[in-house]
């Protein structure tokens, strides 16, 4: 079966706090997507990770991926409001891609 | 303006009606998809298609149907709506790598 276990669901954080996301997936790729969705809106690409050991940064997001353990994260560095979204990661498989439910982030003052 | 377009963005239908969502690219991608949104389970893919000629069935094809008129239009239909198809309906596109999928800005579609 195709699957995509992301947690937590929902992360109530404080500005200024450090968090991270995990992602584990259920088969072997080399392509792992974030996205960030606003509510609402549309998905927004973030990161698109090719290889094992592949780290990618944008501002305070850095996101990484461990083919061999099926598990990606996404690290945030000091939270700050404008990060409050719902976090999607997605695996390819197939020429498609398998969605994670999501985590909801919720960044408090 | 926007390279990915669906139509409509909001859509309030009846059990039983058949409902047209289309979906328009200006990016000269070949590959088009539509997902479906439901909160808490993430998106999940409906119908695919890697080129005019081409069409293939995604997780949850049932109850749907799908046309590729045009390498820039893909369209989803519901034969006949249910309530449980009430959801945010994405369309995406790619190119011929796959390497990364471009989301339209979604049509909410509610069935009463």
């Known amino acids: 079966e195709l699957k995509v276990e992301q947690n937590p669901l929902f992360l109530s954080m404080q500005e200024g706090k450090n968090y991270t996301i995990y992602c584990n997936y259920s088969?072997?790729?080399?392509?792992l997507y974030w996205y960030r969705q606003d509510p609402g809106k549309s998905l927004e690409s973030l990161f698109v990770?090719?290889?094992?050991?592949a780290v990618k940064q944008e501002g305070r997001l850095m996101a990484s991926l461990d083919t061999k353990a099926r598990l990606s994260t996404l690290h945030i560095t000091a939270a700050v409001h404008d990060l409050s979204a719902t976090y999607f990661c997605a695996f390819e498989y197939g020429n498609k891609l398998v969605f994670g439910a999501g985590t909801i982030l919720r960044v408090k003052s | 303006d926007a390279d990915v377009t669906q139509t409509p963005r909001n859509r309030i239908t009846k059990t039983g009606k058949r409902i047209m969502l289309e979906c328009s690219q200006t990016?000269?991608?070949?590959?088009m998809y539509w997902y479906r949104q439901d909160p808490g389970l993430g998106l999940r893919l409906i119908y695919y298609s890697f080129d005019v000629k081409d069409i293939n069935k995604g997780e949850i094809s049932d109850g749907y149907s799908v046309s590729r008129q045009a390498q820039a239009k893909f369209s989803l239909s519901l034969e006949s709506a249910i309530p449980n198809q009430t959801a945010l309906y994405f369309c995406?596109?790619?190119?011929?790598?796959?390497?990364?999928?471009?989301f339209g800005p979604g049509t909410r579609l509610t069935v009463t």
């Open positions: 995406a596109t790619s190119d011929r790598t796959g390497l990364e999928q471009y």
């Open positions: 088969t072997t790729s080399d392509r």
């Open positions: 990770l090719l290889s094992n050991g």
């Open positions: 990016k000269g991608h070949d590959r």
